[in-house]
């Protein structure tokens, strides 16, 4: 298993659940965490959760990824603050459920900006910052729902259409940069909102129920791929509940 240890970790959607979760977690385990949220309160929360919780420090950054020009913005400020990036995690996006048709316009066009447009420009921009580390990966956390029939039933279409655009873009990415490790997570639906390291954190969960899976058992398999050595590149993590827990 290789290290996080001195990594420079880039990670999006970091002000509230998996995504604060994640980054307390990369924290713990050595990693230089640059974390950005949609607003600069969320995020500089989030650096002083880390702080009580792992001791590690963590810089925090405003970011509205449905923003072209915040993307520039943060990207801009990231080249002030780090020579490169070792780690891009896209963690930011825009949930939609219910009935397709009765979801406003603004809301469809503001989950496309974000999942889709902004994950692309995001990652277009940090190209030059990875390209200076010697062992770069980008990750995207997507869902099961951007995998061809699946059958979650929550999401509405224009949801499942967004993730579908960001497993394209990182198979295409894939082929494009070989010398990076391109990483798809695709969690199914699972509890999100636990703080790293709280009780409810080790907490099993009840076998037998439609939601045994946890941002504890995620941020785990997302450790466990970004530790693999270089020569093993786990490129689809696909995630499932399992009914007997």
């Known amino acids: 298993m290789g290290t996080l240890n001195g990594k420079t970790v880039i990670i999006t959607g970091a002000g509230r659940s998996t995504g604060r979760a994640l980054a307390a977690a990369l924290a713990d385990h050595g990693a230089g965490i640059h974390l950005s949220a949609r607003g600069k309160a969320q995020a500089e929360d989030t650096c002083r959760f880390i702080k009580d919780v792992t001791g590690s420090s963590a810089t925090a950054y405003s970011c509205d990824i449905a923003d072209p020009d915040c993307i520039r913005q943060f990207v801009l400020d990231l080249k ?6 070792d780690i891009l995690i896209n963690s930011a996006a825009v949930w ?6 009765a979801t406003d316009d603004d809301h469809l066009i503001t ?19 990875l390209e200076m580390s010697e062992e770069p990966d980008i990750m ?22 967004t993730k579908s655009a960001q497993t394209a873009f990182m198979n295409r990415l894939r082929q494009t940069h070989p010398h990076i490790r391109v990483m798809s997570v695709f969690p199914p639906d699972f509890e999100s909102d636990l703080e790293y390291k709280s009780s409810a954190w080790f907490k099993r969960p009840s076998p037998g129920t439609n939601r045994t899976m946890t941002a504890r058992h995620v941020v785990e398999a997302i450790l466990f791929a970004l530790e693999q050595e270089r020569i093993c590149s786990v490129e689809s993590l696909v995630l499932g509940n399992s009914a007997s827990g």
Not at 80 to 85: D, L, N, Q, R, S
Not at 96 to 101: A, I, N, Q, R
Not at 111 to 129: D, M, Q, W
């Open 80 to 85: 002030a603050t780090t020579p490169k990036i």
């Open 140 to 161: 995207t956390i997507v869902s099961k729902s951007g995998l061809a029939l699946d059958g979650q039933s929550e999401p509405n279409a224009a949801y499942h259409a």
């Open 111 to 129: 989950a496309v900006n974000s999942t889709v447009t902004g994950t692309i420009l995001l990652t277009k921009h940090c190209l030059p910052l």
């Open 96 to 101: 939609l459920s219910g009935s397709f048709e």
